[in-house]
């Protein structure tokens, strides 16, 4: 991974950068999270290949220390939104793995009731504002939050998560531009995983420093290793802090991997075996982070099992659940379209 | 000889306007070029700027006249050295010459007067009425929305310091503030997607498009990002938003400026689509639609702001969406049409009457929720019925009720539906292909003596 680059717009806030030395448990807690989501998302895989996952379904494996180190830099109250690939970012922003993967197997007990689907889930209680199957479209819509927040002037900040690819899309530029013009309390966070569906980045984009794209329109951007949790948690508590103190969005390009294909379905043309297996064993943000607890940390390999054994519990009691809740009744056909007036 | 200075038209739609000041003087020397006056209208602002050289020998309307049609002479530039004095002498004894001829005329010569007042429906509201236009009644239901909800504000490109590229927005700045009037850059994706982002948080945006045929940018956040989040979250978020702007056929502006929207959003689940005609009911409906938990796209028509209206003062005076108006009761046909196409089957309607034909005009007022209820019952009287639009044919809102006049009264129609649409082409330019290719109350005529066999 390449070092931490940065192109400052304008300087970020002075009472941003330091990060204060995490302690063992609040590390252990990443480690859970994380692995959290790396079990939910295999067991979802599995579930899938078993025929009780429809659709779509675009798994966060290899991007886990992203969402994990950004959210718990966050404030209870602060928005978060992303896209289609949302499955980590819900269970980082504390809903339950149940409704997940209830809405996951289309039943009555999933957060949509069974009508969003792997891709369009929200959670007003956690502030999760989806879930967005279009590419690009969650970009303005987490301006419109960044937009809410100022109108109210509660302090609270927007997080809008997308992808390298949806980098490319003409309204990210808008907001990017209404963003930093109102001074709008956002940080957008690219998740470049390295390829959209199967085109990488270098074959999209004409320049591949994501980073750099807020320049034009004056937003500093950071560029961050996003397999390695602290670095991200630390680039997010800067970031949130500068945005928070009223000057502006900054933008943070996480490099990180997805592991498993685009979606369910994938041809695993555009890209080596050996490239995918070299980023596993040698960048892998959960590995590396349980070596770090044991090594650096002293954290005892006891504690890592219970949480690893607590994670598979939480997982399979979801999937249970999931298999076992009833679909959505027909009546719910016709709810939601309209509330009254 | 002298050369007159006519009052020139600031758009293809204006009448008539306001000498607001006189910068030049009698007497004062003019190049061409050089500014003499500022006129006025409630859409524009713009300054008269002399073609020839000479003196200004005479302002012949004074500054603050409102009113003044479209090609009255307002002053009278002299050549050096002429005696203008001499030939307003002569000129006040001879009858003044005929105006020049001209090729089309922007506006028939009628027009300068005052339209007249239609009356309010009294069977909806039976308090005190203030005639105003359509521009204005839409200007004050987002004044009193905003003054009873501050979560309530407008976003929008010119909406802020320019008053409104139609001047519906004219005011609010000054009332509510930057905070609350926000203008945006030229960013119709990126401006919706934000006003539903920030529905979503709560806050009752309304989003002012400066005409609709620029939502087209913005039409997959209208859709996929106001319209379905409802449903695909089990009803946990929603847009409470409003979409606003002009609509349909504008006055020459051919075929990119030019179109009618109301099937295309009407065809979404989600939406409510809202197309009035009257002052009272852009009103009631504005209101409706701000406090409305859904998102509503509220279309209205450019060539109807400048009409006037009688409208309710009571700021509570609400027009439910939903709910279609019998503009005019009549037994031989129904007529139904939307948005401005209502003036015109009104006028139609006064022309049947003369060949004895009593036309009902049903006035939709909103799309989508459909009043099906209030067509059927129409249709189920008169049994003949004629389907209005400014939009093409095809998959447009006469297909629909007629579908719907299939499914609900089928047995009571004597005749089959005919439609009155634009025509199933870009919308032209030139003159007379426009006037072919949009609806005209002659059509509507010819329409109803189909449907009735007359
Ligand atoms: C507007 C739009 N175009 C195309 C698609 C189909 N599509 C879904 S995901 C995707 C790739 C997006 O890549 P990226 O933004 O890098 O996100 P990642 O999948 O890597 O998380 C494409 C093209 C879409 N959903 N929306
Ligand atoms: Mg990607």
Redo the contacts between chains.
């Keep these: 991974m390449p070092v931490k680059r940065k192109v400052e717009a304008v300087p970020l806030a002075a009472n941003a950068v330091a990060a204060p030395r995490l302690s063992p448990d609040r590390l252990t807690r990443f480690y859970a999270d994380m692995l959290l989501i790396r079990r939910f998302e295999e067991r979802a895989g599995q579930m899938y290949g078993m025929g009780l996952i429809g659709g779509f379904c675009h798994l966060y494996i290899g991007q886990e220390a992203v969402v994990v180190g950004m959210q718990a830099a966050l404030e209870a109250g602060d928005?978060v939104?992303t896209s289609y690939r949302d499955h980590g970012h819900m269970l980082a922003c504390g809903m339950d793995p149940k409704g997940v993967m209830a809405e996951l197997t289309g039943r009555r007990g999933?957060?949509?009731?069974?009508?969003?689907g792997s891709m369009?889930?929200?959670?007003?209680e956690k502030n999760f504002?989806?879930?967005?199957?279009?590419v690009g479209?969650p970009?303005?819509?987490?301006?419109?939050?960044?937009?809410?927040?100022r109108?109210?002037d509660d302090g609270y900040i927007?997080v809008t998560y997308f992808g390298d690819g949806a980098a490319n899309q003409?309204?990210v530029y808008?907001?990017f531009?209404?963003a930093s013009?109102w001074k709008l309390p956002v940080v957008y966070v690219i998740e470049n995983n390295r390829y959209g569906m199967g085109t990488s980045v270098d074959r999209a984009s004409a320049r591949t420093d994501l980073f750099h794209r807020g320049v034009p329109y004056g937003i500093t951007g950071e560029q961050v290793d996003g397999m390695d949790v602290v670095a991200v948690h630390e680039a997010g508590l800067a970031a949130a802090a500068h945005t928070r103190s009223g000057q502006g969005p900054v933008i943070l390009e996480m490099l990180t991997y997805r592991y498993r294909g685009h979606s369910m379905s994938d041809p695993a043309k555009y890209r080596t075996k050996e490239e995918v297996d070299r980023m596993r064993t040698e960048h892998d943000p959960i590995s590396h982070l349980r070596q770090r607890l044991l090594d650096e940390y002293r954290v005892a390999d006891s504690e890592l099992k219970a949480i690893e054994k607590a994670a598979r519990d939480r997982v399979v009691e979801a999937a249970q659940f999931a298999q076992e809740c009833p679909e959505p009744d027909p009546s719910e056909l016709w709810?939601?379209?309209?509330?009254?007036? | 000889m002298a050369s007159e200075v006519l009052m020139p038209a600031l758009s293809p739609t204006m009448t008539e306007g306001k000498i607001a000041r006189w910068i030049k003087s009698e007497g004062d020397p003019v190049r061409a070029g050089d500014v003499l006056a500022e006129i006025e209208t409630d859409k524009a602002t713009m300054e008269v700027e002399a073609v020839d050289e000479g003196v200004l020998a005479k302002i012949v309307i004074p500054e603050g006249t409102d009113h003044v049609a479209v090609n009255t002479p307002i002053a009278l530039i002299a050549e050096n050295g002429e005696d203008v004095a001499a030939e307003l002498a002569a000129k006040a004894k001879a009858p003044p010459p005929a105006p020049p001829p001209r090729l089309a005329p922007r506006v028939p010569a009628a027009a300068a007067e005052p339209p007249p007042v239609p009356a309010l429906d009294a069977t909806e509201y039976a308090g005190p009425t203030t005639t105003m236009t359509v521009r204005e009644a839409l200007r004050d239901a987002m004044a009193e929305e905003m003054r009873r909800d501050p979560d309530v504000?407008l976003l929008g490109e010119e909406v802020a310091e320019y008053q409104g590229a139609y001047k519906v927005s004219q005011g609010l700045l000054q009332e509510f503030g930057a905070?609350r009037v926000i203008d945006?850059?030229i960013?119709e994706?990126?401006?919706?997607?934000?006003?539903?982002?920030?529905?979503?948080?709560?806050?009752k945006p309304i989003v002012e498009f400066m005409t609709f045929n620029f939502a087209m940018q913005a039409m997959?956040?209208l859709i996929?990002?106001a319209a379905k989040?409802?449903?695909?979250?089990?009803?946990?978020?929603?847009a409470p938003i409003v979409f606003r702007g002009p609509n349909g056929v504008a006055a020459r502006v051919a075929a990119q400026h030019s179109q009618c929207y109301a099937s295309w959003y009407a065809h979404v689940?989600?939406l409510?689509v809202v197309a009035p005609y009257t002052g009272a009911d852009h009103k009631g409906l504005l209101k409706?639609a701000i406090?409305?938990?859904?998102p509503v796209i509220f279309l209205e028509h450019e060539l109807v702001y400048g009409e006037s209206f009688p409208v309710p003062d009571d700021p509570e005076y609400l027009v439910p969406?939903g709910r279609a108006r019998i503009a005019r009761a009549g037994v031989d046909v129904t007529i139904v049409a939307f948005s401005r196409m209502v003036k015109l089957a009104l006028e139609a309607a006064e022309a049947l009457a003369k060949l004895g034909i009593a036309a009902e005009i049903v006035d939709l007022r909103t799309l989508r929720p459909f009043d099906v209820e209030t067509v059927v019952a129409s249709v189920k009287k008169t049994n003949r019925i004629v389907a209005v639009e400014e939009g093409w044919p095809f998959a447009g809102i006469g297909a629909e009720i007629a579908a719907i006049v299939m499914e609900h009264c089928f047995d009571w129609l004597d005749a089959p539906l005919v439609r009155v649409t634009g025509k199933d082409v870009p919308l032209p330019y030139a003159a007379n292909l426009e006037r072919l290719a949009v609806p005209q109350v002659a059509d509507i005529v010819a329409a109803a003596r189909e449907v009735t066999y007359r």
Aim: proline share 4%; net charge positive; charged share 15%.
């Design positions: 928005t939104i999933g957060y949509s009731h069974g009508k969003g369009h889930m929200f959670s007003r504002f989806g879930g967005h199957g279009i479209a970009v303005p819509l987490g301006t419109g939050l960044a937009l809410a927040h109108y109210r927007s003409g309204q808008e907001s531009n209404m013009l709810t939601d379209v309209y509330a009254e007036a | 504000f905070k945006t850059p960013t994706q990126g401006f919706a997607g934000v006003g539903i982002g920030a529905a979503f948080a709560g806050l997959d956040q996929n990002s989040t409802r449903y695909m979250s089990g009803g946990q978020m929603a689940p989600g409510k409706s406090r409305d938990p859904n969406i």
